[in-house]
């Protein structure tokens, strides 16, 4: 499958999973076409201000890799910064959250996948 860049989508979220202003996915990969092991992969667009609230993970797990700005990331209760290049996963049972405290957008790609088994 090929899927050229003005083949992708954007879908913009208010409030994701709780969290403050707008998030903006170019979804590259959805549930469809994962076939089942998984459901997300994704650049997300988090403008300053913006955050993606906390939230737990069952039956899968994620990872996302920040490609620009920086991000607050709130592991499972430990608030941690994440610069370009770093990444985070949030296991199977654990939860996270995210927010751009920056004063320019931050970057990052997603990976959702089930946990198998």
């Not at 993970?57 to 990331?73: D, K, L, N, R, W």
């Not at 199977?92 to 990976?111: K, M």
Request: charged share 25%; with cysteine.
């Amino acid at each position: 499958m090929i899927r050229r860049s003005d083949e992708i989508g954007e879908r913009r979220v208010k409030n994701a999973r709780g969290g403050d202003g707008e998030v903006i996915f170019h979804d590259w990969l959805l549930a469809d076409d994962a076939k089942g092991h998984g459901r997300l992969f994704s650049k997300l667009v988090i403008p300053s201000g913006a955050s993606i609230g906390y939230h737990e993970h069952s039956s899968e797990f994620e990872t996302f890799y920040i490609i620009s700005g920086e991000a607050t990331v709130d592991d499972n209760g430990t608030e941690v910064v994440l610069k370009p290049g770093d990444m985070h996963t949030c296991k199977d049972g654990d939860g996270h959250g995210v927010r751009n405290n920056g004063t320019e957008d931050l970057v990052l790609i997603a990976l959702i996948l089930n946990t198998l088994g």
